[in-house]
């Protein structure tokens, strides 16, 4: 069963949905320690202080470089590339032949037809196989998340540094004031007797730098971090901390990958059953394509371009014209959350328990959002942020219910339970909740978000 191909487990099982319903691949894990200290005072530093990220494990490098580099991933994404040059990062989006998505990652160009796209495996996978089979004239090198890499260590280490004294503490580091780094551009930097290269860029809502390089320099490098952070509040966060930064920050990690269609049988066919996730949540179709989101629904419309043939093009534009739905946060009603853990308790059926601070149990969550019992979108990511002493899920709802103060409800839990190993047997609960914007946090609403806009 470990050869297995995507294609084949669709035919075995007889749709997506019940293939992914019932798979026993878990949801995204992180390959570092859960905590250093605890995860809600690491929470609090990247709004009081500075937050360190280790994200030299958990996430998948695919390097690509040669002529036909840049025109792959120009065909692959919704993004303009006129103005993409070398020491510059791009939130790169691709979508399917309909215009849905299938996946995004952070693109670096690091020179001369020479570029690594950094992300969760579903991404790599299709650009991994689009360059390996379509006929592009270029090099690729996969560098795998640690939990499939396990004999070796990755290529590159990778530090992110987030919150307020961010850049105090890079001073600290070079020694001096820090160059002019407009957003998602990149630096190089020299301290702890080698080159670091920095993406100035924000994670959990706040300022700060993604400093890379050569694995063999990563311990002298962290080693220089941690000395120069003492003085700044510098607080190491763990997996779970790192896991719930996207709530504040808006971005939805993993709606689900629009794979499915015809168009991309070829590409299930190469693809492994094990590395197409699972599926969990309220929210119940035996059409695949109803899970799937366009750009426009994640609030990505300012990263689509026209000036560029790429899959999905004529199919966006339609969508542009047809936008249904938007991006919003969903602040869950503290009595309805704080019920539903009382449930483990009590006598009787439970409901689905709820892990803090992520409570995410398969790697596409998508939970119904309601009014009077109509459907009007999707909940996806949920979990608990210290910051703000609340519970929160990224969502898109229909534009009619987006306006912040609205009354929603999630339905939380599966009806029927599925078999997947992370689900026990429970009853659905429904959660009051209430529209915030998205991001949720303020600077990345009024600061970072703005000048994402052109990244």
């Known amino acids: 069963m470990s050869d297995e191909s995507l294609e084949t487990a669709i035919r075995r099982t007889g749709s997506p949905v019940a293939f992914l319903r019932n798979a026993a691949a878990e949801p995204f894990t992180f390959p570092v320690p859960p905590q250093f200290s605890n995860w809600r005072s690491e929470q609090l530093a990247w709004r009081e202080s500075c937050v360190l990220f280790d994200q030299s494990h958990h996430m998948t490098d695919l390097f690509l470089e040669g002529p036909d580099a840049l025109r792959l991933l120009s065909e692959l994404a919704v993004n303009s590339f006129a103005s993409y040059r070398p020491e510059m990062g791009k939130q790169f989006v691709a979508v399917d032949h309909a215009g849905h998505v299938i996946g995004d990652g952070i693109l670096f160009y690091l020179g001369d037809e020479s570029f690594d796209l950094v992300g969760i495996q579903g991404i790599a996978n299709w650009v991994d196989y689009n360059a390996r089979h379509c006929g592009y004239d270029l090099t690729v090198e996969r560098d795998d998340h640690s939990g499939l890499r396990k004999d070796r260590p990755p290529r590159l280490y990778r530090y992110e540094l987030q919150g307020p004294t961010a850049s105090a503490v890079v001073e600290r580091l070079v020694g001096g004031p820090l160059p002019e780094v407009g957003f998602f551009r990149m630096a190089r930097f020299s301290f702890a007797g080698t080159e670091v290269r920095a993406l100035r860029h924000g994670m959990a809502g706040q300022p700060g730098f993604e400093l890379f390089g050569h694995w063999k320099d990563g311990e002298r490098v962290l080693a220089a971090i941690l000395e120069a952070g003492a003085e700044h509040g510098l607080v190491r966060a763990g997996a779970m901390a790192y896991s719930t930064s996207n709530l504040e920050s808006g971005w939805v990690p993993t709606p689900p990958a629009a794979i499915f269609g015809d168009e991309l049988r070829a590409y299930r066919e190469w693809l492994p059953a094990a590395a197409a996730g699972s599926l969990g949540g309220s929210f119940a179709s035996e059409r695949i394509e109803d899970y799937y989101v366009t750009p426009y629904d994640l609030a990505y419309g300012s990263h689509v371009s026209f000036d560029h043939d790429f899959v999905g093009r004529e199919a966006l534009q339609r969508h542009a014209e047809e936008q249904r739905r938007t991006k919003v946060t969903l602040v869950w009603n503290a009595d309805d959350l704080t019920a539903a853990v009382r449930t483990l308790l009590e006598e009787g059926p439970k409901a689905k328990y709820i892990e803090l601070p992520k409570a995410r149990y398969a790697l596409y969550q998508v939970d119904s959002v309601l009014v009077d019992d109509d459907l009007v979108g ?43 190993p992370a689900v026990e047997q429970h009853r659905q609960v429904a959660m009051r909740a209430t529209v915030a914007p998205a991001p949720f946090s303020e600077f990345a609403r009024t600061g970072y978000r703005a000048r994402a806009a052109v990244a």
């Open 378 to 420: 999707l909940s996806f990511d949920c979990g608990y942020v210290a910051t703000d002493s609340a519970f929160l899920s990224l969502a898109t709802i229909d534009a009619e219910h987006a306006v912040p103060g609205t009354e929603v409800t999630v339905l939380w839990g599966e009806d029927p339970n599925s078999a997947k």
